[in-house]
Nanobody, 119 residues
Framework: QVQLVESGGGLVQAGGSLSLSCAAS????????MGWFRQAPGKEREFVAS????????SYADSVKGRFTISRDNAKNTVYLQMNSLKPEDTAVYYC????????????WGQGIQVTVSS
């Protein structure tokens, strides 16, 4: 069974930084695109960032461009989200997601991890 396990969330003041990790049981991990999504209270889940299986192409939501960085370590089966200059509006449950490199549907999801940014 595929498992995606997020870690690194928590409470941080506005302007601070947090780094999220997602460890995946996918095999081979290197053949999967990986992404981060988030859902704030009362809002729909939204795309945050993704990285192709090749690691050479990354995409970001406009709201996080220049502040967040997605990366992956295929040797550790892990994808990361470095979040800098955090704002209160970044408060949400963050989800890790995966899809095969040939697919457009995010098939696998983590359980989510809370990130809270205080003003």
């Amino acid at each position: 069974q595929v498992q995606l396990v997020e870690s690194g969330g928590g409470l941080v003041q506005a302007g601070g930084s947090l780094s999220l990790s997602c460890a995946a049981s996918l095999r081979p991990f290197s053949s999967y695109d990986m992404g981060w999504f988030r859902q704030a209270p009362g809002k729909e889940r939204e795309f945050v960032a993704s990285i192709r299986w090749t690691g050479t192409s990354k995409s970001y939501a406009d709201s996080v461009k220049g502040r967040f960085t997605i990366s992956r370590d295929n040797a550790k089966n892990t994808v990361y989200l470095q979040m800098n200059s955090l704002k209160p509006e970044d408060t949400a449950v963050y989800y890790c997601a995966a899809r095969p490199g040939y697919d457009s549907t995010w098939n696998y999801w983590g359980q989510g991890i809370q990130v809270t940014v205080s003003s």
